[in-house]
């Protein structure tokens, strides 16, 4: 079944979307939607050859691609929220792409599908600060427990036994050499227990070295900040930057290189 022209295509779909050929068999829907910056949702529509009487409507990984500019999606825990809304769209996943496959009876409502999936998964780079910080603690126990696993990290490390109250989020170490204490900041109160925990522990002479890892640069007020800059020996402005420059700092520190 060829695909129908874009006048019946317009006419079949209530006039609420237009569409322009790409490429022969293929074409770009343009919805009433967008995404918050204003740019249209991504999403074509072409004929399945092994199938005549099905259509296949997909962002052709756009979606995904466009969201790696601004956010890491590829973490556990945001992958999850994505399998969720496809899930919940009865949309399915092929290489990256999210693709729909319907009869040309239900093309209109595939579309709309898609484009409330598209908008949703594009929204993620939007919650609100609290799913933020919550993604946040899970995204940095996750990095830490898979990437630096080789330096046998310790969770809510507590080098003061008595006094608990004092701890990191992480230590690490590696041949009996002082450990690495990691901080993960994403909120003001985070930032204060990071610094009093220092604090004490450089009062007990425990030998360490502490990495504070933020959230975002303006986590913590100005104060605080400075506090945290002033007492933790290695800062880093967002978790992607530890991500990408951690396990250096990590590795010159125990004399790797």
């Known amino acids: 079944m060829m695909m129908p022209s874009i006048e019946k295509l317009v006419l079949d779909t209530k006039g609420t979307f237009q569409f322009y050929e ?49 956010l890491d999606y590829e973490t556990e825990a945001r992958q999850k929220i994505i399998q969720n809304i496809l899930d919940e769209n009865r949309v399915q996943f092929d290489d990256g792409s999210f ?11 595939s579309i ?30 996750e990095l830490v427990l898979n990437q630096f696993s080789q330096y046998h990290p310790e969770k ?28 993960g900041v994403n909120n003001q109160p985070k930032a204060r227990l990071a610094v009093m925990s220092c604090q004490h522990f450089k009062l007990k002479q425990i030998p360490f070295y502490s990495f504070g890892i933020l959230s975002a640069p303006d986590i913590a007020s100005k104060a605080d900040h400075k506090r945290l800059m002033n007492t933790i020996d290695k800062q880093y402005a967002t978790l ?9 700092d990590v590795s010159r520190f125990f004399g790797e290189f």
Request: negative net charge; charged residues 25%.
């Open 99 to 109: 693709q729909i496959e319907t009869p040309y009876e239900t093309l209109y409502q």
């Open 240 to 248: 992607q930057d530890f991500k990408h420059e951690g396990m250096q």
């Open 112 to 141: 709309m599908t898609m484009a409330q999936t598209v908008s949703k998964v594009s929204s993620m780079q939007y919650f609100n600060r609290e799913v933020v910080k919550d993604l946040f603690e899970q995204d940095f126990q």
């Open 156 to 183: 809510n490390a507590a080098p003061v036994k008595e006094q608990d109250m004092y701890q990191a989020d992480f230590a690490l170490s590696k041949n009996g050499r002082p450990q690495i204490l990691l901080f």
């Open 22 to 70: 790409k490429r022969p068999g293929i074409f770009q829907v343009i919805t009433p939607f967008s995404h918050e910056d204003g740019d249209n949702l991504e999403i074509f529509i072409e004929s399945l050859p092994d199938s005549p009487s099905l259509y296949r409507v997909s962002d052709y990984a756009m979606t995904l691609m466009r969201l790696s500019y601004t």
